[in-house]
């Protein structure tokens, strides 16, 4: 084992599990997203059966913790996994600029920037530039099928 292998087992944290929908999560090229974004806390990302969401990102002191519905289609899973590390580094870059606690991201700045009554959710300014990251990056893919 290389040492960048060593030092990167404290940067991403997932399952090595096969997701119900058949793919896997690619740990290299989620490195490298996680890179390209400038993401500097752990990642920790678990699969979820979801119902109503696709991906949840959640701001902690010391990581990030993504959860990614393993019943999506391949290219849906990655761009909703490209979607919530671009969460990790909105977050992120808050904090840095303001010099808060990353935890209080979400109630402080991510819900001001709600969109107008019956948009709230997908006129957040947070949201759009999270769509446009994942979109700008569908051919990138964070999921693989096993060999």
């Known amino acids: 084992m290389e040492l960048d292998d060593i030092l990167n087992l404290d940067r991403l944290q997932c399952t090595g599990e096969q997701a119900r929908a058949g793919w896997y999560l690619d740990q290299d090229a989620i490195l490298d997203a996680i890179d390209e974004l400038g993401i500097k806390l752990q990642v920790r990302i678990r699969y979820m059966t979801g119902i109503y969401r696709y991906g949840t990102h959640y701001s902690h002191g010391s990581h990030h913790k993504i959860t990614l519905d393993q019943n ?62 994942a979109d700008a990056h569908a051919d990138f893919m964070l999921v693989a099928f096993g060999t």
């Open 72 to 133: 999506r289609v391949a290219a849906d899973a990655s761009n909703t996994l490209w979607h919530e590390l671009a969460h990790c580094m909105q977050s992120e870059n808050w904090a840095n600029r303001t010099g808060k606690d990353i935890r209080y991201w979400h109630w402080e700045d991510y819900k001001q920037v709600d969109g107008e009554h019956g948009r709230r959710y997908k006129g957040n300014l947070y949201e759009i530039e999270a769509n446009r990251i």
